[in-house]
Nanobody, 128 residues
């Protein structure tokens, strides 16, 4: 079973940047669709970004388009989320997730339903 560990969260000022990393152990991520989600207390977990197995296809929440970039390095078994121009509303716990299967090399998934493995999360706080 794969274990996902997020890192890179922290406190940053409005307009700043952070780079989150999700490292996997126990299984290769090369055949998994990967996603970053975020959640605040009392709210549902929401998609931030998803990346296909091939790495050529991505999907983003409207609120982060043009500011966040998801990428993957299969050789390092790691997925990244580069977050630029951060806003206070980006404050949340960020979670990495992986699928066990995929429909095609270009598939991206925006629903938590498709993701079977989750990390413990890393906290991101953006101060105003």
């Amino acid at each position: 079973q794969v274990q996902l560990v997020e890192s890179g969260g922290g406190l940053v000022q409005t307009g700043g940047s952070l780079r989150l990393a999700c490292a996997a152990a126990g299984r290769s991520l090369s055949d998994s669709v990967m996603g970053w989600f975020r959640q605040n207390p009392g709210k549902e977990r929401e998609l931030v970004a998803s990346i296909s197995v091939s790495g050529r296809n991505t999907a983003y929440a409207d609120s982060v388009k043009g500011r966040f970039t998801i990428s993957r390095d299969n050789a390092k078994n790691t997925v990244y989320l580069q977050m630029d121009s951060l806003k206070p509303e980006d404050t949340a716990d960020y979670y990495c997730a992986s699928t066990e299967t995929y429909f095609s090399l270009s598939s991206v998934y925006i629903d938590t339903f498709y993701y079977r493995n989750w990390g413990q999360g890393t906290q991101v706080t953006v101060s105003s």
